[in-house]
Each structure stands twice: as structure tokens, then as C-alpha cells.
């Protein structure tokens, strides 16, 4: 890692930060007296990645506009890092035509095409299409790979096992990333998993698997760019878990009573950021001033999104009726 | 060439020849499922492609049926065009969250920005006691979904067309073939369904029924294997006077709902036969669609000939006692006749 790539990866990590953090926010507008999750500008659930910043970042640093990356129901961190278009995410959030899919998906469902990005709310149900993408991406001859992400509580569903069977198998360019944030909604990982560490499932499948501890973006990076590399080589599939941190909970309105108390109080006070920008100031790559100009950047960027987002229109309720089916000659791709 | 043009095939042949064709005339196509390589399928509907395409385009998969079908949406997402074979409906269930929340909504759910252009086949339909878990057809279950197409064809001519169709188009299409159609030589197979299929590469719409057999008395709406059944009893019913016309729907999704209302303000009389359970199915959808939009045609009472509302049973007279038979279709259009 150059210091360049780091800077730039500090900015990534602020501005999913900043952009979660908003989104904190916003999600409450209209949500008061009365909490209901079908009101205000942002309705439904709302799943927040900070916290795990390093993940995405540190792993997106090391892929193509061209390569394809498939995310969870928590996916916002993935997007940013892997180049979405911000505005239009923002607009998918908020409902509105402007978004991605028109306001047809929702922050669960959001599809970049031109950045071969997309999501699912089912867990575990990311690690077939991603396999899918690096198939086609070998039987084209190109040397694109196809990132899957997913939860440590997706591990435990068939898929996953099946994915990383099939992967292995076919020798694919596709990598499986977990992020351990320890509990899968309220389930802690200890009493859902019958191994401590994911990776070690990897030995099952006859491929490699790395387990990161500490949310170490530096960790995440190495490991990233040699699984990736390797996935690019054609010398097939890895495996890597990374323990991260969830700062909110499961969804916005989780009372998340099942923490052990100062639970969360430690994870904060080991938020990753902080602890990466030290770094970057030791290593003299980081100096306050640009430390500020990025803080800057990164607030006017989310600003800039949200304003979109809240100025697009709502869509016509006959769209509903629209894009179930694709015309012939008029396929997406 | 004069013999070749009338030249008769099974539907097996046809569903093989037809992707052939299409393997032939576009590289993005390729074939994957359980034993479809050397095996050739089976049902025998990819007889011949692993010889002369090989094992990169006629890929042998393991028993995982959410990986296999999954990753045929995500390559289809990039660009190529997959065939997939999961070996019968019956075992869709294991694979249920990547059909219905993932190839039948992407589309929709991202506006239209991304599309899963590939064919899902299976096999279907009773008649050979292979009992409740390989004897269903479930074709309405995925009628359903918004966002599959269905094709079930019911003779090897529709079969080839509408399957060189169905990999054409841009969307996710189910393609169910009954095993008592396909020509098999180790199970009983309707005789009906080999018919004369050109050799070269031809294609017939979705959303087109085809009205089998004409007549002016009863309308007989079906599809699949029972298209046969129904066109059994309508040469009954025309010895005793009866003019039954006969319409193979061809396509679930799209459905051809203008050709089952012109038949309707033709005959007056519906009789729908349907090899599916009889409860929220294609014979209920028929028959609302008729009560909505025909119901001042109808002279009569809508009759629904389908499998009761149990799973399929093994021993013979049992499962014979619940498959839409020849005489519980004359029957139901006795009685709309009598009416």
C-alpha cells in the first residue's frame, strides 16, 4: 500500500461514515412521536454498515469498474467502495425516480450495472450469482473476477457451501468475503457456528482461507489483493473472513438488548477510522490540514447526494406496472 | 429432401435439436445441469451435445441446484445465455429463493437495468407411478411469480419452436417438457406428440395458443400432456354430436387470453383440463378470466377437470384415479353440453 492508495482509502472509509451516519439521521425524520418504519422520507428497513468500512475499502481498492461485486442486505459500505453512483443511490433510498431502479428497488435491492454491482435482502443469497459472474467472466477469457460479500450468518446456509464447492471445482475468478461482526441480528456467532472462524471452511472446499482480526484495513488490504490477484491469475477462488464491527444494530429501531453490556462502548472506542488515521499521520502520509480538506470533501459529497435525493420527484404510481418483464432486443446488457 | 420435410421426431429430439441450433448460432449459449453431459440429459433433452460441443459448453453439475441455478442468473447478467436443467419440478424447492426472489425480480427491482436472459427445463407430469415427489407439474406455481415466463409445450413441432424462442428472449423462461411426451423408450409415451418437425431453425411466439382442433359446441382450454386427453374426448364427442374445440394455451406466461374469449363467444361453453392441483391454479385463472371478461357468452357453468387436491399417489389405479382421464373430460363436457 502506497500512501496514496492509503489517503484514499481513509477518504472512502470517512465518506461511508459520514454517508451512514446521515442516513442515521435522515431515517428519523418523520419517524417522531410515533416510531413507525413505513413513515417519513426513508421508509422501510434500514440496515447500517458503520463500522465495517474497512471491509468494503479494503477489499474495493483492489477492483475494476469491470469486475463484478455482489452484497447483502447491509450493502451501502460494498456500493461506495465499489464506485455506485452516489446520487442515484441516494435516490433508490429515498423512493425516487431518480434512483437506481426508479424506486423500485429500495436500499436491500440496489443494481449498478455500470459498475457490475448488485444486492440482495435474502442472506446468503449473493455467493451463486457472484460464482455465476466469474463463470461467464472465464468463459469470456477476461481476466475480471467477481467479489461476493456477505455476513458471518450467511456461512451457515446451503449456498455458501455449494458456491464455494462449485468455485473451487470450476476454478473460478471469484473471492468470498465474510465480515464477522459477531452476531447475525441477535445470534452471536458462538452459538450459531460450530467453528470459531469461517475460513477454516475453506479447508473443506480445497481452497485458501484467510481470517482477519481487528477490522485491520491494512490486513484486509494484503489479503485482499493477493486473493484477488490470485482470482485474476486464474488460479481459482479464496476464501476470507474479516472481523469487523457493527456500530448500529441489525436494522435502525434494534434495541439490540442482547449485547453484553459495554459491548458496543468497546467496539466504538476501537472504531477503525480513527485508529487508520493515526496511522496515516505516523507514517507522515496524512497531515491535519488535508485530514480537514478531506473531512470537507466527504461532507459536501454526501450533502450533494442527499440533496439529490431529496429533490428528485416521487414516481407515478402506473410505474408500478412497468419493467416486469424485458423487451425482446431491449435486454439490459 | 422430399422425406426429410415430412420428417417425424419425438420431443425429446426436438428439444435437443433446438438448442443445438441455437448452440450452433450463438456462442453465449451454454448448457448446465445434472447429467446433461455424456448422459445427455435424463429425459434425454441434451442427447448429443456433449459429443459435439464438449464439456465447456455442456457442463456436468454437482447435486446444488441454488449454486448451479444462481450462477446461471449471474452469468446471464454478464452476457451469456444458459441453458439449465434441474431434472424434475418436483425438486425446484431446493432452489426456490434463487427462482422467485432473484431471476423473477431483478429486473423489476432494478428498473429494468438488469436482465437474466436464460431458460430454466425441467421435467414434468405423471403416469408412470413415480409418486408425489417426481409426478407433479407445478406450472402455475411459477404462472404465479411475476417475472418467469412458462412454456409447456405438448408435441415435438411447439417443442423445438418455443424452445428456440425461449432462449431468444430476454427474460428468465421456464421450459416444463412431460415426460409421457418426450418418445422415451422406458416409459409410456403419447404417440401424438411425434410429429413432422422441420430441420431448420424456426420459432413460435410466446403468448400464442393454438386451437388443435375446431368446433363450435364446447371450448376446451388445456396445455401439456392433457392437450391430448382433450382432443381424445373431443373425437368422442363428435361421434355423439358434440363440436368441442380444443385450444393448447402452448404458454402460461404469457397467456393468449384473446384466443381463449374468441373461442369462448364462438362456443359458449368452457371445460378447463389441467394436469396441475385443482385448487389457486391455471384452471382457476382460466375460469376468472372468463367469469371477468366472457360471462355474458356463457350458457353454461365453467367445468374444471384437474388433479383433486392431494399430493400424487403411487399405486396404479390410485394415481390413474386423479390425472385427468378421457372420460372425466367427456364427462364435464357432457355436462356443460346438458346444461
Redesign the interface.
Known amino acids: 500500500m502506497d500512501s496514496k492508495q492509503a489517503v484514499f482509502m481513509y477518504e472512502q472509509m470517512l465518506l461511508i461514515r459520514r454517508y451512514e451516519d446521515q442516513m442515521a439521521q435522515i431515517y428519523t425524520e418523520g419517524k417522531s412521536p410515533l416510531f413507525s418504519i413505513a413513515a417519513g422520507p426513508v421508509p422501510g428497513e434500514m440496515h447500517l454498515a458503520a463500522g465495517q468500512e474497512p471491509v468494503a475499502v479494503g477489499i474495493g481498492i483492489h477492483l475494476r469498474n469491470d469486475d ?1 461485486v ?1 452484497a447483502p442486505h447491509r450493502p451501502h459500505h460494498i456500493a461506495i467502495a465499489k464506485g455506485v453512483d452516489l446520487n442515484r443511490m441516494t435516490a433508490e433510498i429515498f423512493g425516487r425516480v431518480d ?7 429500495g436500499h436491500m ?1 440496489l ?3 455500470q459498475v ?1 454491482f ?1 444486492c ?1 435482502g ?1 442472506v446468503g ?1 449473493g ?11 472465464k ?2 477469457g477476461s481476466d475480471r473476477v ?1 467479489v461476493a460479500f456477505a455476513g458471518e450468518g450467511a456461512a451457515n446456509q ?2 455458501f457451501h ?2 464455494l ?2 468455485a473451487s ?1 470450476w476454478k473460478l475468478p471469484v473471492v468470498f468475503i465474510i465480515e464477522d461482526n459477531h452476531y447475525a441480528i441477535s445470534v452471536p456467532k458462538s452459538e450459531s457456528t460450530a467453528v470459531s472462524r469461517n475460513s477454516e471452511r475453506a479447508a473443506a472446499y480445497n481452497i485458501p482461507g484467510v481470517y482477519i482480526r481487528d477490522n485491520d484495513v491494512v490486513a484486509i488490504y494484503e489479503a485482499g489483493k493477493e486473493a484477488i490477484d490470485r482470482a485474476r491469475r486464474g488460479d481459482g477462488p479464496s476464501l476470507i473472513e474479516i472481523e469487523t464491527t457493527r456500530l448500529y444494530g441489525h436494522f435502525q429501531g434494534d434495541a439490540e438488548a442482547y449485547l453484553a453490556q459495554g459491548e458496543k462502548d468497546e467496539w466504538r472506542h476501537h472504531d477503525p477510522i480513527p485508529r487508520f488515521r493515526d496511522l496515516l499521520l505516523a507514517n507522515g502520509w496524512l497531515d491535519s490540514a488535508t485530514d480537514q480538506d478531506i473531512q470537507t470533501r466527504v461532507n459536501a459529497r454526501v450533502d450533494e447526494a442527499v440533496g439529490f435525493a431529496r429533490k428528485s420527484p416521487e414516481p407515478m404510481p402506473e410505474d408500478a406496472l ?12 | 429432401m422430399a422425406t426429410e420435410t415430412s420428417r417425424k421426431l419425438t420431443m425429446a429430439r426436438a428439444i435437443s435439436e433446438a438448442i443445438d441450433l441455437e448452440m450452433a448460432a450463438d456462442s453465449r449459449v ?1 448448457v448446465m445441469g445434472e447429467d446433461v453431459g455424456p448422459y445427455g440429459g435424463i429425459f434425454g433433452s441434451t442427447t448429443g451435445l456433449f459429443t459435439k460441443y464438449g464439456p ?1 459448453r455442456v457442463i456436468d ?2 447435486i ?1 441446484e ?15 445465455r ?1 441453458i439449465v436443467e434441474l431434472m424434475f419440478v418436483d425438486f425446484f424447492g ?1 432452489a426456490m ?2 427462482i422467485y ?2 431471476l423473477a425480480k ?10 437474466h ?1 436464460l431458460v430454466l427445463m425441467t421435467a414434468m407430469g405423471a403416469g408412470y407411478n413415480d409418486a408425489a415427489q417426481h409426478s407433479q407439474t407445478l406450472y402455475g406455481l411459477f404462472a404465479h411469480v ?2 418467469l ?1 412458462v412454456v409447456v409445450p405438448s408435441n415435438a413441432y411447439d417443442a423445438k419452436g418455443l424452445m428456440i424462442q425461449s432462449i ?4 428468465p423462461v421456464m421450459y416444463f417438457f412431460h415426460k409421457g411426451l418426450l418418445g422415451l423408450g422406458w416409459m409410456p409415451s403419447d404417440d401424438r406428440a411425434v410429429v413432422t418437425v422441420p430441420e431448420e431453425s424456426y420459432t413460435i411466439p410466446l403468448g400464442r395458443a393454438n386451437i388443435v382442433r375446431d368446433g363450435t359446441d364446447v371450448t376446451i382450454v388445456t396445455i401439456g400432456a392433457m392437450v391430448h386427453r382433450a382432443v381424445e374426448a373431443a373425437e368422442i364427442a363428435a361421434v355423439k354430436g358434440i363440436s368441442v374445440e380444443v385450444v393448447d394455451l402452448r404458454t402460461l406466461v404469457p397467456l393468449d387470453t384473446g384466443t381463449i374469449l374468441s373461442s369462448l363467444k364462438k362456443t359458449h361453453r368452457l371445460v378447463i383440463v389441467d394436469e396441475d392441483y385443482l385448487s389457486f391454479g391455471m384452471s382457476g385463472e382460466i375460469a376468472a378470466i372468463a367469469a371477468e371478461q366472457a360471462l355474458e357468452y356463457l350458457e353454461a357453468p365453467v367445468r374444471r377437470v384437474a388433479v383433486p387436491n392431494v399430493p400424487i399417489p403411487y399405486s396404479r389405479p390410485l394415481e390413474q384415479a386423479v390425472i385427468p382421464s378421457t372420460p372425466r373430460i367427456l364427462d364435464a363436457v357432457t355436462y356443460v353440453t346438458e346444461f
Open positions: 463484478a455482489t434512483g437506481l431502479s426508479h424506486g423500485k428497488g435491492h443494481f449498478d450495472p457490475h448488485s440482495s435474502i443469497a455467493f451463486p450469482p457472484a460464482l455465476g459472474a466469474a463463470l461467464a467472466m468463459r469470456q467477481a446451503g449456498t455449494e458456491s464447492n462449485l471445482l412497468t419493467d416486469v418483464f424485458a423487451e425482446t432486443g431491449k435486454e439490459a446488457i | 451454454f465447456n453439475t454437482p446444488s441454488s449454486a448451479f441455478i444462481g450462477a446461471a442468473a449471474g452469468a446471464a447478467a454478464e452476457g451469456l444458459p431446493v429463493d434463487q426472489n432473484h431483478n429486473h423489476y427491482m432494478s428498473g429494468g437495468s438488469v436482465s436472459p411475476p417475472g415466463k431468444r428472449d430476454p427474460n
